[in-house]
């Protein structure tokens, strides 16, 4: 089976709104970003509606960047996303990471 192309779905304006949206989750609530190999790991302040935003986000990029596989570990204390990606698709992974930390 071949990898999924490095390749987003979205509009530019989509893009946009997207980013948008993670930013205002990050803001509201990240705590810390590790950079690991080939692999991003961002830590949340636990609460239910962060919890939910992550989710769809989650669910959002599957959909429009099938080669991402993000996942959402939750404990009572925090929520930590990962964001492994192919070194290909680490422009991508970086304007996610940037707009969790609230950058443009």
Do not use: N, W
């Not at 530019?12 to 949206?21: D, K, T, V």
């Not at 690991?36 to 949340?44: A, E, G, K």
């Not at 992550?54 to 991402?68: H, T, W, Y």
């Amino acid at each position: 089976m071949a990898p999924p192309s490095i390749a987003c779905s979205l509009s530019a304006a989509e893009y946009g709104e997207r980013l948008a949206a993670i930013s205002r989750v990050g803001g509201s609530s990240l705590i810390k970003v590790e950079e690991r190999p080939r692999q991003t790991v961002l830590h949340f302040r636990y609460s239910t509606k962060t919890r939910d935003e992550l989710q769809k986000i989650v669910a959002q990029e599957a959909d429009c960047c099938a080669f991402l596989d993000l996942s959402l570990e939750t404990s009572d204390e925090e929520l930590v996303l990962t964001l492994p990606a192919p070194e290909e698709a680490r422009l991508i992974v970086d304007d996610l990471v940037r707009s969790f930390r609230g950058g443009d």
